[in-house]
Structure formats: C-alpha cells, structure tokens
C-alpha cells in the first residue's frame, strides 16, 4: 500500500496522513509515515515528542547529502552520483511511535530558491525507492505539488488522496493536483472531504470534483483544529465518529 496524500494547505492532509498511519499500525501492518510538507508537523500529529528527537529532514541533512551524491565541493559545482544508494536510509534516519516508522524527507526546491540539484535528486530517488521497493505501507504526506513524484514514481503509487475543504481555493487547487497526476501517469486520484460541518458542504465539494471519486468525508471538529494549531498530538482524543470515518476510508481504497 502506496498512497500519497495532497491538498491545500491547511486543509487538513496532516491529519488524516496520521490518523490513517496509527490505524493501519494498529491493525499490525508495517508502516512508514513520510513528511514531505514544507510545514512539517506530521511526527506531532502522531504523537511524537519532537522535544526529545532531533528531526531534521533528510533534505537539510548536507553531510548525508555529501556522502550519497559525492564530496560536498562536486555537489557546490553540480557534479553528483546519479543513481546513488538510498535504500539505508529509512533504517538510518526514520524514528518508530506506536508501530510507525517517521521519516522527515523535506521539500524538493524550485526555481528562484538557488541550486539544489543534489538534494532534489536525492529525496525523488528516496522516494522512488519508497514508491517501488518498500515491503511497507507508505503514507506520505505531501504538499500541494507532486514535485517529489515523477512520471516512474507515479507508477508506484497505489492512490493519490486529495483533501479538500469547503472552499473554491482548495477546489481549484484539487483540480491542478488531478491535472498534475494526469500528467504523470497516476491513475488512482481519490478526494476526501475535510472540515465538513453538513451534507450541503459535502454536495458542493463532489459535485465541482466530478472527476474525483471521494472516499468519504471528515466531520469539522474544533478541538482537532486547535490541537493542529497548538501543534499537539490529537490521535489519542479523536472521536469514534472521526475514526471510524478514517476506518471506512481505508476499506474504500480497496488496496493491500
């Protein structure tokens, strides 16, 4: 199981990438939560005491850099290893909560950042391993690009989830997201509701995404909202309601 969550920020991707993670780990499946969001809160969201790890992402770590892509003077010039070993570095760098494994992969840069050539590659052939080789189920928690995937790396990918909140910014930015997995070849693009408050929040959001099918919807809960907010884990309080929600959105998906 290979799925990669995406939507609006703030949208709520953070939440259900851990609640989805904890579930799937509860039930006794061997779990990878990948933080690949520039507003990294994923290792809180599932409960971890970031107080007393040092998490950095694989994307800032220059020596790890160094040691994978070649001497830290060929990187500066653009010269690096083009296929290099990352299969070592979940077990290296990932830390275990509750059954999951968390690994903080960090953003892919674009243009108008400088020259981050090395690390790009790096992190898209960290997760391509990922993707393609991993015996775990992988969540990552994405931004709202697909800059990590590439068209080999789609492939790999068991679903995209879409979260999207009542919204015409968050609905138009699901509908670049479903252009931009088109464009790569994944074919599995599903949308789960967030923040819904009534049937009415759920009828607009499906019925302006024809071309996604929705998993199901999270109910808007204002103590999960506050807990995100204050950067504190919410798995341990979440409702029955909000779990069993997440449950029926993982046998939607229908994949092992």
């Known amino acids: 199981m290979k799925i990669a969550i995406s939507g609006k920020g703030g949208v709520g991707k953070t ?15 061997k779990v990878l939560a990948v933080d690949a969001d520039a507003d990294a809160n994923l290792a809180t969201a599932l409960g971890i005491d970031i107080s ?55 953003t892919v840069k674009t243009g108008g950042t400088g020259c981050y050539c090395a690390e790009n590659k790096l992190i898209k052939r960290l997760i391509n391993h990922l993707m393609l080789k991993s015996d775990e189920a992988v969540i990552i928690d994405m931004e709202a690009g697909l800059e990590h995937l590439s068209r080999g790396t789609g ?17 138009q930015t699901a509908k670049n997201i479903k252009s931009m997995a088109d464009e790569i070849g994944i074919e599995s693009v599903y949308g789960v509701a967030s923040k819904v408050r009534s049937n009415k929040d759920l009828d607009i959001i499906k019925e302006k995404l024809k071309e996604i099918q929705f998993l199901g919807a999270i109910p808007y809960d204002e103590e999960i909202i506050k807990a995100d907010l204050e950067g504190r884990p919410f798995f341990d309080f979440a409702n029955e309601e909000l779990l069993k929600e997440v449950d029926a959105i993982l046998q939607n998906l229908n994949i092992d």
Do not use: C
């Open 15 to 29: 939440t259900l990438s851990a609640l989805m993670a904890r579930r799937l780990a509860k039930e006794g499946r």
């Open 52 to 106: 007393q790890h040092d998490i950095q992402p694989i994307a800032q770590l220059e020596e790890l850099i160094a040691e994978k892509m070649g001497t830290g003077e060929d990187v500066g010039q653009g010269l690096y290893v083009l296929n290099p070993n990352v299969s070592d570095i979940p077990d290296r760098f990932a830390i275990e909560y509750q059954g999951v494994r968390f690994l903080a992969v960090g």
């Open 155 to 171: 492939e790999g990918v068991d679903a995209l989830i879409v979260v999207v909140e009542p919204g015409m910014r968050s609905i």
